[in-house]
């Protein structure tokens, strides 16, 4: 069964920390690209960061970088993506997705598979 799982998400205060996992079952995990996307109420996914099936290929939006990291464990089938310095404008259901592009980094449409996401609510 082709699944991908998240965990992670909560409530925190700005300037805090959270670290979002993903983990997929039934694939072949490392033959994918891997990508990590948000949605706010009312709108559409909107990439976050992404990392290609070898790792070299590694992107973020202007609004994250510098602050979010996105890694992989082809290992544990996992990806990662670590979020410091929150703010309330990250405050989104977080997903995750897998493109059988290897060197992806695609838009949302594009993706193959989905995670179930995951809320993150940074707020005071």
């Known amino acids: 069964q082709l699944q991908l799982v998240e965990s992670g998400g909560d409530l925190i205060t700005p300037g805090g920390s959270l670290r979002l996992s993903c983990t997929a079952s039934g694939f072949r995990f490392s033959d994918y690209s891997i990508g990590w996307f948000r949605q706010y109420p009312g709108k559409g996914r909107e990439v976050v960061s992404c990392?290609?099936?070898?790792?070299?290929?590694?992107r973020y939006v202007d609004s994250v970088r510098g602050r979010f990291t996105i890694s992989r464990d082809n290992d544990k089938k996992t990806t990662y993506l670590q979020m410091n310095n929150l703010k309330p404008e990250d405050t989104a259901v977080y997903y995750c997705?897998?493109?059988?592009?290897?060197?992806?980094?695609?838009?949302?449409?594009?993706?193959?598979?989905w995670g179930q996401g995951t809320q993150v609510t940074v707020s005071s």
């Open positions: 990392m290609s099936s070898d790792g070299d290929i590694v």
């Open positions: 997705a897998l493109d059988g592009i290897p060197r992806g980094c695609r838009n949302a449409y594009e993706q193959d598979y």
